[in-house]
């Protein structure tokens, strides 16, 4: 029997509801894996963990983070609960940068044609299944903490793009698609800003690295028009951390929204998996939130964790959420139906094979 201790943090608003809802999928998928047992440590992290004891993510939590084979978080932030100085929260993003969780792996897959805008996708018409790769330690969000004079007349965020940063994403992104249709693309903004050029240059420099694997470019604001228009056409997508925050939303947009859209923020040695979504305080309590980002972003950790018996159970959870949707009637309240979390959940419980 293999322990896998995970580090479950359940955060704020809706997190508890996702969260508990995807350890039942855990606890399904568990009893049907040979000889793997999963030891599930909980710990208090967010806004709320904030009011109470003054820090939304003590040092001592994160050390005890770093013991786990991997992380589960639902999502952290509440309106209105911000540092003294005015700034919001964010201790989802400080934990990739003191995990050094650099790889921010954004799966996009439409499941069923019902959940798209877009006329003519899914069902006979072409697939959506496309990955977002999004640098997650530097680009234009790594200088945010950096304590700035009061009372300037201007201010400046640097964009931060280093050689070693980009190698090692450019890299996990080619590993990525060599492991799927083979196909890149870079999303930058190297017409326009010096250090994006660079991004580039280091892009080709790796690509030449995976002769097997075809590139192409794109600028981001062509990418916004592309991934509406041709979101077929694309199967890994690299781009720096705030190109890669706000492509994944709309991306998300084009599957059914944040409760369809999982996450993983993976390092060399430590991994985060959460749903894409926030908080969503404006429906936390009432029991309708999609944990469907949430159970997919379990699947995603149960790939990671890479026993043949864990990867078997990555593929039960996302055989029985697509066994689950296939039936038009088995719809969150986000996706236009009126079938609970609980219900849901339930139901995928159910269908895994
Ligand atoms: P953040 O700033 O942390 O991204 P946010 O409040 O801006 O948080 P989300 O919490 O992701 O953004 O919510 C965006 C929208 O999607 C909201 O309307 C929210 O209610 C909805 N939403 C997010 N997650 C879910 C979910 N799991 N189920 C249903 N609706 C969701």
């Known amino acids: 029997m293999i322990p896998i201790r995970i580090a479950v943090l359940p955060g704020d608003g809706i997190g508890p509801e996702v969260i508990t809802a995807s350890l039942d ?4 998928t568990e009893a049907r894996l040979a000889g793997v047992r ?9 806004a709320g963990e904030y009011l109470k004891n003054g820090h ?6 994160v050390a ?3 013991q786990a084979d991997a992380i589960l978080l639902g999502a952290m932030g509440l309106p209105g609960v911000r540092w003294p100085n005015g700034v919001e929260m964010t ?25 798209t805008p877009l006329k003519h996708y899914g069902g006979t018409g072409p697939a959506i299944d496309f990955v977002i790769v999004r640098e997650n330690c530097e680009g234009l969000f790594s200088d945010r903490l950096t304590p700035r004079p009061p009372g300037r007349e201007f201010e400046t965020d640097t964009l931060t793009i280093s050689r070693r940063g980009t190698t090692r994403i450019c890299r996990a992104a080619f590993r990525l698609a060599q492991q799927r249709r083979r196909h890149v693309t870079l999303v930058d903004k190297a017409n326009v800003l010096p250090s994006m050029a660079f991004f580039r240059q280091v892009f080709d420099a790796v690509a030449a690295e995976f002769p097997d694997v075809q590139t192409d470019r794109v600028y981001v604001d062509a990418m916004a028009l592309f991934l509406v228009q041709r979101p077929h056409t ?14 994944s939303d709309l ?3 084009l599957v059914g929204g944040m409760g369809m859209a999982p996450s993983a923020d993976l390092g060399e040695r430590h ?7 926030g908080t969503a305080p404006t429906i936390a309590g009432k029991g309708i939130a999609n944990p469907i980002a949430t159970i997919l972003s379990v699947a995603l950790m149960l790939d990671w964790l890479g026993h043949v018996e864990t990867r078997r159970g990555a593929r039960l959870i996302e055989t029985a959420v697509a066994t689950v949707l296939a039936n038009p009637s088995h719809r969150t309240a986000d996706l236009g139906g009126n079938v609970s979390t609980a219900e849901i959940t339930r139901l995928i419980c159910e269908a895994l094979p």
């Open 25 to 28: 999928v855990l606890r399904a």
């Open 38 to 46: 999963f030891e599930l440590n909980f710990h208090a992290v967010g």
């Open 56 to 61: 939304p993510m003590p040092a001592t939590t």
């Open 64 to 66: 005890a983070f770093r």
């Open 91 to 115: 201790p989802q993003i400080d934990i990739r940068e003191q995990l050094d969780l650099y790889n921010g792996v954004r799966p996009i897959k439409l499941y069923h044609e019902s959940h």
């Open 234 to 247: 694309f199967d890994v997508i690299v781009t720096e951390n705030m190109f890669g925050d706000i492509l």
């Open 251 to 253: 991306a998300a947009g």
């Open 271 to 277: 991994g985060v998996f959460q749903p894409s979504h």
